[in-house]
């Protein structure tokens, strides 16, 4: 397996963490989970392989353009055969810039993203396929998020508000901060977990806790501190309150998880 990422051109660095490229050569299959990560992917299958992911405890195949809303909590997912996938990761907030669609009707679901966006998304898919080297196939994916950033321009004044209150509430994260935020935007608390809410599928308190999760697993895969130490320094009142989180969102204990990596996960902590 390989895992590559491509930093996106200073045009589209506001909105895209990164890009990134996994190919696995061995026509082999197994079983992994995903975990909540706070930001929205769009990942395009260019290989032989499948995937499936599991829907009230059901496996269904993925389809080939997949748009990832939030994950919210442990997903598991299966893999046969040998994959190309490059895939888009946004920030938390960027990904309303690109979608006309409330980005919470997503939640905790892969949907394909052809049925929301149409032929515009089926004819990349298809250059893709076409374009054999990396770069070649970043530009192609760059020149198709340009014209949905432009299309999308009306956008941009309420969606920079939500960019701006997420950087606010990451540096205030007590919950009884809210209404103190909520003032200086202008807007009333009901109102600023709606804005929120819609333009990122998560409420102030879920990103929070995503954002310290994202944060623990950085220095769980350190392996020099011991978990008491880790749950201070994201900022939880004590060791139980960090295990009951990281066990929501993993379905594991922090050390269970260390001792049970899976092939993903691996690449992932890397």
């Known amino acids: 397996m390989e895992f590559k990422h ?3 051109s200073s045009v589209l660095k506001p909105y895209v963490r990164h890009y990134y490229l996994f190919q696995s050569d061995e026509d082999t299959e197994f079983e992994d989970t995903v975990f909540p990560s706070g930001d929205m992917e769009v990942i395009f299958n260019l290989g032989e392989g499948t995937w499936e992911s599991a829907v009230n405890d059901t496996f ?10 939030q994950i919210t909590k442990p997903l598991a997912i299966k893999s046969k055969g040998r994959h190309t996938m490059l895939g888009i990761k946004f920030f938390t907030h960027s990904a309303a810039y690109f979608f006309n669609d409330g980005i919470n009707l997503f939640n905790d679901q892969i949907t394909d993203l052809s049925a929301v966006i149409g032929s515009p998304v089926k004819i990349l898919h298809a250059q893709l396929l076409d374009t054999k080297d990396e770069q070649g196939r970043i530009a192609l994916i760059e020149g198709f998020l340009l014209k949905r950033l432009i299309s999308n321009e009306k956008k941009h004044f309420k969606i920079d508000k939500v960019a701006n209150i997420l950087t606010t509430i990451k540096t205030n994260p007590a919950e009884d901060n809210l209404g103190l935020i909520a003032s200086k935007y202008g807007v009333t608390t009901r ?3 709606k804005l929120i809410y819609q333009n990122t599928g998560l409420s102030p308190s879920s990103f929070n806790k995503i954002n310290r999760f994202q944060f623990s697993l950085k220095l769980i895969a350190k392996n020099n501190l011991p978990f008491t130490s880790i749950a201070y320094h994201c900022g939880y009142f004590d060791q139980s309150h960090f295990i009951r989180d990281f066990k929501s969102f993993t379905g594991l204990t922090p050390s269970a ?3 049970n990596l899976t092939p993903v996960n691996q690449l992932l902590l890397q």
Request: aromatic share 22%.
């Open 60 to 69: 269904l195949q993925t389809p080939k353009i997949e748009l990832w809303g």
């Open 6 to 8: 491509f930093l996106p």
């Open 257 to 259: 998880y260390m001792d």
């Open 191 to 193: 109102y600023l977990h």
